[in-house]
């Protein structure tokens, strides 16, 4: 398994700066265990969720050490100053699911992000105050922690104040997210005086990067719980600066943040070919397009056909196109707007919508299904993309699984920096224009709402009732494609974990572009695609796309790692 692309050297150092030395497996070849594991984007952050494994901690309270870690070496992705989903299951039993999205503010309407009557750009409503929501991670770590928590909540700050007080090295990764997105990554001048150089430049890979004013809030909230994150002086500095900011400032209220409730939700749950599998419910989509994808193709012989078949990818494709244009039309949060939810993943309604696919052609035109439950009053709308978002896995030795998903939305958020960590931009999954063809959208802006999202934390439970793999995705709207793909991987074509992640992705996201991964086999199939009627074929470059995930095979924990990222797994 490979799981850490990045060169030896560095691996080295990153590794040697992290925390002092425990009896820890953290490697570039394959990673299992018969205890506990975390599997993570960045291998400061796995290290540290494996720490709290060591200590006695449940999975549960590995993840979330591993959440704050990310909030110092992965500022660009994920963090408390963003939200998330955790599915989580006790012990092996049935999955408990926790949302802690975003909200809006109360004084957000349907053109929250209109200019002089006309709807903005997303790019140019992503920097600035409007775009960030409040934030949810700290609140949902409350709220599961409570519950399923073994140690101390301070305990779960201490390797990442450990990160952020005595620094930790700038990976290849984040150096290339500072250059790219240098109008958010420098916007604040905190942010400046931390990642770049004096002549604008991001700090080279290698620097050593030192965040002593997030350090210092850590250690706060370790001290004083969650809420005083909510209220108080942090909750006045986000105000202020969001309001305050020189690009589109908000209006949110500290009541508005100290309102914040993180929420239990039923998880989504189904059988496919003898197995269960459960995401998360809305304001999520995943739960509901992961199972869809899935479902649609169970009639077909995946396994036959194999990943080196063009008819296999286009199935999947297709499937996507059905799935995702159910989510488009239907998804949105439930405090608002109807989900119809059982009708979404009800067997008749998805054999039906399965008897479209073709192995042979493609549909001419896809549109949203009528499923059982489905409002009459909402309009199809499409998500901007985004790629700031990080997901994480934790087991323990009492056969506790956490599959967590954080993000703060787009590269490095809205751009502001409160305490040392980035405020998301999260607002900007809305749909930006509330009406389409004529009627509302379910996503539309609305005080006090989450907006949808595409992240897709899932378990999977074996025909013997034990759980067998525990994934998720980054990659903004490829997140379900992404899941989708490592889940068939795995019980299709009877591939690791590893290799399931580690195959090229296809999307398909509604309408009729599809896109293949650049640069890999899916490239060379592009004929045959296009002999199957996929006309409108266009590219994806591999660092939009990167999982994690953890099985359970041979009776050991198998750690998988997404060889695009930085991402490793590391053992108990």
């Keep these: 398994m490979r799981t850490l692309p990045i060169a030896a050297g560095l691996l080295a150092l990153t590794i040697a700066n992290v925390l002092p030395a425990q009896p820890a ?110 934030p949810g991670n700290l609140r949902m770590m409350a709220l599961a922690h409570s519950r399923f928590g073994k140690l101390p909540w301070a305990a779960l700050f201490q390797p990442a104040i450990k990160l952020a007080r005595d620094g930790f090295v700038m990976t290849p990764r984040m150096n290339r997210a500072l250059a790219s997105s240098i109008e958010t990554g420098a916007m604040s001048a905190e942010a400046r005086a931390l990642y770049y150089a004096a002549d604008g430049t991001p700090k080279p890979a290698g620097t050593l990067i030192q965040n002593p004013a997030l350090a ?31 690009r589109n400032p908000s209006q949110m209220t500290t009541g508005d943040i100290a309102t914040y409730d993180a929420k239990t939700r039923a998880p989504v749950c189904g059988m496919y070919r003898g197995y269960k599998i459960c995401g998360m419910g809305p304001s999520s989509s995943g739960g509901t397009t992961v199972f869809t994808i899935l479902k649609q193709l169970e009639r077909f012989d995946m396994t ?16 996507m196109r059905l799935a995702y244009a159910d989510r488009d039309q239907f998804i949105g949060d439930p405090g608002f707007v109807s989900v119809p939810v059982a009708g979404l993943i009800e067997a008749k309604y998805l054999a039906r919508r399965s008897a479209l696919i073709s192995p042979d052609r493609t549909m001419t035109s896809v549109t949203a299904g009528s499923p059982l439950g489905a409002p009459k009053f909402v309009c199809k709308a499409v998500q901007p993309v985004e790629r700031g978002t990080s997901h994480f896995v934790a087991v323990d030795s009492q056969g506790n699984v956490a599959s967590d998903t954080s993000t703060i939305e787009s590269p490095f ?113 592009v004929p045959q695609l296009q002999a199957l009627g996929h006309t409108k074929i266009d590219y994806r470059q591999p660092i939009s796309f990167k999982a994690n995930a953890i099985e359970w095979a041979n009776g050991r924990w198998a750690g998988a790692a997404d060889p695009r990222s930085e991402g490793v797994a590391v053992s108990q």
């Excluded at 660009?76 to 503010?105: K, L, N």
């Excluded at 809030?217 to 305050?244: H, M």
């Excluded at 994934?471 to 299709?492: F, H, R, S, Y």
């Design 25 to 134: 497996v953290i490697t570039p070849g394959p990673v299992t265990a018969p205890k506990g594991m975390v599997s993570a984007a960045d291998p400061r952050a796995a290290w540290a969720g494996a720490q709290i494994l060591q200590q006695g901690g449940s999975a549960l309270d590995a993840a979330f050490a591993t959440l704050i870690a990310l909030t110092v070496v992965e500022p660009q992705s994920s963090g408390i100053g963003g939200g998330g989903y955790m599915v989580y299951s006790p012990r092996g039993g049935p999955a408990v699911t926790f949302d802690g999205r975003e909200t809006a503010p109360h004084a957000a309407t349907n053109t929250w992000f209109f200019k002089n009557g006309q709807p903005m750009p997303t790019r140019e409503a992503i920097p600035g105050g409007k775009s960030v929501g409040v």
């Design 216 to 246: 210092k809030f850590l250690g706060e909230v370790a001290a004083r719980g969650a809420d005083s994150f909510y209220v108080g002086p942090n909750a006045q500095a986000i105000v202020a600066t969001v309001n305050g900011s020189p």
């Design 304 to 319: 036959a056909l194999g990943p080196n078949s063009p008819t296999a990818w286009h199935l999947i494709a297709e499937s």
């Design 413 to 525: 958020g809205s751009g502001l920096m409160v305490n040392g960590y980035y405020l998301n931009n999260e607002l900007t999954d809305f749909n930006i224009e509330p009406m389409k063809d004529g009627c509302l959208t379910a996503n539309r802006v609305e005080g006090g709402k989450r907006p949808r999202s595409s992240m897709s934390p899932t378990i999977v439970w074996g025909p013997d009732g034990k759980i067998r793999l525990a994934v998720g995705a980054a990659g903004g709207a490829t997140i379900p494609a992404q899941v989708a793909k490592a889940i068939i991987g795995v019980l299709d074509w009877h591939l690791t974990a590893q290799q399931a992640i580690a195959l090229p992705t296809i999307f398909a996201p509604g309408g009729d572009t599809v896109y293949v991964e650049k640069g890999t086999f899916l490239e060379t199939m």
